[in-house]
């Protein structure tokens, strides 16, 4: 049963901590809420259990829902409903729903306590990880947010049985990303599954060896982030695949390319200029890029660097890491090690006229 250990053994923790709370409030979305109707019903039973009220509070699905004004919603409701300030929120879902909800966790009443339990491949391996909250503005994506890490993250690959496919490749995106940062087994991993064709296996082995792949990802993370929590330095190597990758989605209005295929191409671009400026080698370069074909769909082409060139740089100057009108790039220099770059928009050009392969 999906997610029954999980819930069980949440059950037990808050049941321990239970005077620490006066009610929960679940935000999930309603993709989810359809789908693990279950497990929200016995979280409810698990609340009853402890006469804690309980609330259940569904979003649309997508990015549309990281708005301040969803956040202004749901704090009202909660706000009539009674919801003070020892409440605890349950982000159940993927990064939208965890970004949201965590951002509504941290300004609520000052600031309530919270726990995820993402449910996507891309909030296991990233977003519930690191305490980066927030949502979007008509100006941008994140621009109103606050570091504010959850009180636990509870991780289970079977809710990653019922994702769909673009789903799986947008979390692949930052897993293999993770390798390339700091661990090269982790990359080696993510090569056998893809020789082994089982990539999107969800059998319970499949799944299982997958958790330990996640669990790999995380750690990576992990360790980033408790070196540099407010991304002043090591954090930064996170951004890796993601100049190229934001650019590209603004490019195409978030319309054209998922984040997670936007940063994979990315990855294949700021490969390249690794490759050309002589800080990675061939082989190594040819790994990443035969991964991240073998991830992506079939017949899923780049588009043309040459012909969108000009229009990736207008929007790479705009890339808030950038210093001194350089723009910043995590750049792999072997797989398990990437460093940043400042460059001028001259010199990439430079760089990129050099691309035959
Ligand atoms: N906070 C961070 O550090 C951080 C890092 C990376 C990305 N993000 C943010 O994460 C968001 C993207 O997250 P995402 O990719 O999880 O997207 P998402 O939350 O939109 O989920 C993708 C889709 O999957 C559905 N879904 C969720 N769980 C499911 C399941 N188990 N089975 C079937 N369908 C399911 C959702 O309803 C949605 O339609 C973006 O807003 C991005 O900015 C945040």
């Not at 109707?37 to 309980?54: C, M």
């Not at 990064?95 to 951002?103: I, K, Q, S």
């Not at 408790?226 to 190597?237: N, P, S, Y």
């Not at 984040?259 to 294949?268: E, N």
């Amino acid at each position: 049963m999906i997610g029954q250990d999980l819930i069980e053994s949440l059950l037990e923790t808050e049941m321990a901590a239970s005077g620490d709370t006066a009610g929960w409030v679940l935000i999930t979305d309603q993709n989810v809420e359809r789908i693990y109707h279950r497990i929200i019903q016995d979280l409810k039973a698990g609340a009853e259990e402890l006469s804690l009220p309980f609330l259940t509070l569904a979003i649309p699905p997508g990015e549309s829902s990281k708005s301040l004004s969803k956040v202004e919603d749901l704090a009202g409701i909660m706000a009539r409903e009674g919801f003070g300030r020892k409440t605890k929120i349950i982000a159940l879902g993927g990064g939208v729903v965890g970004d949201m909800a965590g951002f509504l966790a941290s300004i609520y009443m000052r600031g309530v306590a919270y726990i995820q339990i993402p449910t996507t491949l891309l909030s296991q391996v990233d977003s519930s990880i690191g305490g980066k909250t927030g949502v979007n503005l008509l100006e941008g994506k994140n621009l109103l947010g606050s570091f504010y890490p959850p009180k636990s993250v509870w991780i289970d690959g079977n809710f990653l049985t019922t994702l769909k496919r673009e789903d799986w490749i947008n979390g692949y995106g930052e897993l293999l990303k993770h390798g390339i940062i700091k661990d090269p087994q982790l990359f080696t991993d993510l090569e056998r599954k893809l020789q082994q064709n089982s990539l999107f296996d969800t059998d319970s082995r499949s799944l299982e060896r997958l958790t330990l792949l996640i669990l790999k990802g995380i750690s990576v993370k992990q360790e980033i982030v408790e070196a540099d929590e407010k991304e002043e330095g090591l954090r930064r190597l996170l951004n890796y695949g993601h100049t190229f990758g934001h650019a590209l989605e603004a490019l195409y209005h978030y319309q054209g390319y998922s984040h997670g295929t936007a940063v994979l191409k990315g990855m294949i671009w700021e490969g390249e200029m690794a490759l050309h400026l002589g800080i990675l080698n061939k082989e190594d370069f040819r790994r990443i890029r035969a991964l991240i074909e073998g991830i992506l769909p079939q017949g899923s082409a780049l588009p043309s660097l040459e012909k969108d060139l000009e229009a990736l740089i207008h929007y790479m100057k705009r890339d808030k890491k950038n210093r001194n009108r350089k723009i910043s790039f995590i750049l792999p220099e072997k797989i398990g090690k990437v460093r940043e770059e400042f460059l001028e928009e001259e010199k990439l050009r430079e760089i990129l006229a050099k691309r035959k392969i």
